[in-house]
């Protein structure tokens, strides 16, 4: 069985870090595109960060830019474990953060489908991140 198993939520005080992590299990994910995504209560759930499978480019919403650092393990790695460092949090950040897969060769370019959540294939069943002011 495929899965995403993310961990490191908790609670903070604003200006605070966490460091989420995404443990892929059941097949290896080094080949797939990876995103991270929040949702807070009565919202859309947003885009946060992404990372190609190559672990290059990386791609941030405008709101974490700066704060938000994602990454990954490299493909030699079996786990292939993604990160979200958390810096400077704010408690407009308190969400369930939740982090994705998306299997390369599909269309459109992981670059424009990157922040669709529709475009994505797995998904983990989330982590509690809260932020106290």
């Known amino acids: 069985q495929v899965q995403l198993v993310e961990s490191g939520g908790g609670l903070v005080q604003a200006g605070d870090s966490l460091r989420l992590s995404c443990a892929p299990s059941?097949?290896?994910?080094?080949?797939?595109?990876m995103g991270w995504f929040r949702q807070a209560p009565g919202r859309e759930r947003e885009f946060v960060a992404a990372i190609a499978w190559t672990g290059i480019l990386t791609y941030y919403a405008d709101s974490v830019k700066g704060r938000f650092t994602i990454s990954r393990e490299n493909a030699e790695n079996a786990k292939n474990t993604v990160y979200l460092q958390m810096n400077s949090l704010k408690p407009e950040d308190t969400a369930v953060y939740y982090c994705?897969?998306?299997?390369?060769?599909?269309?459109?370019?992981?670059?424009?489908?990157?922040?669709?959540?529709?475009?994505?294939?797995?998904w983990g069943q989330g982590t509690q991140v809260t932020v106290s002011s």
């Open positions: 059941g097949r290896t994910f080094a080949t797939y595109a």
């Open positions: 994705a897969a998306r299997s390369r060769g599909r269309t459109p370019v992981f670059a424009d489908a990157k922040a669709r959540a529709n475009e994505y294939d797995f």
